[in-house]
């Protein structure tokens, strides 16, 4: 049985649905690997324009690393885990078309590091999303600190991490890390919605969106801003740019190729 189910949910929509659901989608190393392979797939194909991150069964994206694996000081082992989830979240941080993770449990651990590393977040109103790792002991390894003190600040992030809460659905809202709470029935109507949405905006502009938040965000903003007119420039001058611009003054919907 596969540990990560794949299915197109429209053209051009690719669903990864993490499917480990005894376990609460806990992220295994053979999961991990049947993960990194279908973001190694998502970003080679061009026919994929959208990727979707849901967890199967209804009560968890994802709880975390398997902790199970933690056990009895394996030292090596657990280094080599941790270096490869590191790898992988950066992958997916980085692939150049929009992520949308779907959370309709628990997100936490490494499953929130996952949700942290997308670009649009739709929870349902049963989701609670946390690093509760001091609570082993241990801290995040995926990059959680990193990415959640620039997401939501350093008061919210130690909120969160220092007392070990489970965050609500409404307060990820409140902090601006979800796009959009919905209940339950709602759910597949709003995934469809933004993914219609990305597939209307132009490939090629996405990537560079996304590169320009991912590397601005540490850049100085002088050097950020010189990044973002040359890719503009560029854009401007692409056949998507000017396909774009016709299509407005057409009044016509634009057919854009990712060139
Ligand atoms: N690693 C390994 N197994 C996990 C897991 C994880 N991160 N999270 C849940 N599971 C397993 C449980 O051990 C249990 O397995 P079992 O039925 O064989 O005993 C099964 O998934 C269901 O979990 P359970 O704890 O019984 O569900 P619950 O509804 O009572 O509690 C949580 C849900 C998410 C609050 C609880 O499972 C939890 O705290 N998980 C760990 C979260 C965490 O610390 N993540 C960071 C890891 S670094």
Redesign the pocket.
């Given at each position: 049985m596969s540990l990560i189910l794949q299915s197109d949910l429209l053209p051009g929509v690719r669903q990864l649905m993490f499917n480990r659901p005894?376990?609460?989608n806990?992220l295994s190393t053979p999961m991990m690997a049947e993960f990194d392979a279908a973001l190694d797939a998502c970003a080679a194909d061009p026919s994929v324009r959208v990727v979707v991150l849901r967890g199967a069964g209804g009560k968890?994206f994802v709880?975390?690393?398997?902790?199970?694996e933690y056990q009895g000081d394996k030292r090596a082992a657990f280094i080599a885990y941790q270096m490869n989830s590191r790898r992988v979240f950066d992958k997916l941080e980085s692939l150049p078309k929009p992520v949308i993770c779907v959370v309709d449990g628990?997100a936490?651990?490494?499953g929130f590091e996952i949700a942290l590393c997308c670009d649009i977040l739709i929870l349902s109103d049963t989701a609670q999303l946390g690093l509760?790792?001091g609570?082993?002991g241990?801290c995040p390894g995926g990059g959680g600190t990193q990415r959640l003190v620039r997401a939501i600040g350093k008061y919210a992030a130690s909120d969160l991490m220092l007392a070990g809460w489970r965050m609500t659905a409404d307060r990820a809202h409140a902090l601006g890390i979800a796009a959009e709470v919905v209940g339950l029935d709602a759910l597949d109507d709003a995934i469809l919605k933004r993914a219609r949405a990305c597939l209307k905006t132009a490939p090629l502009a996405q990537a560079e969106m996304k590169r320009l938040m991912r590397e601005g965000v540490d850049a100085p903003s002088e050097t950020g801003k010189s990044f973002e007119q040359e890719v503009l420039f560029r854009l401007y001058s692409s056949d998507d740019g000017q396909e774009g611009i016709n299509a407005f003054l057409e009044k016509r919907d634009p057919e854009f190729k990712g060139k």
């Open positions: 005894e376990k609460l806990a968890a709880a975390g690393a398997d902790i199970a628990f936490l651990g490494g509760p790792e609570r082993l241990l």
